[in-house]
């Protein structure tokens, strides 16, 4: 698995709006749209394309466009929705397909209450949405499920990530292609596996609802 962590003072700036309590939740989507806009940047540095002959007004010239199959996005709902309009700003052309994921509040076990892509992803380039990171429970069994799939380039986007789940991602994805992409990865998780400094949950400050 790799990581990076996108390092830019833009990137930055929003993270510390979205972060802040005080952020209402209008305001907390659209800097979620937009930082997924500026990590998608990053993400998207080896999403693949094949040469292309066209006329310019002048000459014809050698570009890139994206390869066939087209990416596929998928955001892991709820909170992962709100990534998704970031991401395919940058990539229109790609799929969309969707798994509905949920912690367990008090155990922290994941599990899957919707699955709606293709059953086969053979040869997919695939973008997972997730905005926390947080004991690594639900995005590693999400990818492992595309994985199962057959895809077989995957990359997270994480708006935030803890070490806890970055170590678990590290070892139960260890020789899969895989890639987390995210702002920060914080400095641990708390007694409710929460993300600390974080920002709370994502699809409640999000959405503006409790739970
Ligand atoms: O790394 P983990 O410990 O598994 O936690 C991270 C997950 O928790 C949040 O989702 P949540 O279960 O709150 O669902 P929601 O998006 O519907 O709010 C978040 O959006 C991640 O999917
Ligand atoms: O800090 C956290 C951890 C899990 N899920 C969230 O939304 N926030
Ligand atoms: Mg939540």
Redesign the pocket.
Known sequence: MRLHVVDHPLVAHKLTTLRDARTDSPTFRRLADELVTLLAYEATRDVRTDPVEISTPVTTTTGVRLSHPRPMVVP?????LGMLEGMVRLLPTAEVGFLG???DEDT?Q?STYASRMPDDLSGRQVYAL??????????VAGIQELISRGADDVTALCLLAAPE?VALMERELAGTPVTVVTASVDSRLDEH?FIVPGLG????RMYGTAG
């Open positions: 892991i709902l709820r909170a992962g994921m949920i912690r922290l994941p997730d905005p926390m990171l947080a004991t690594g429970g639900t995005l789940g596996g949950d994502a699809g409640d």
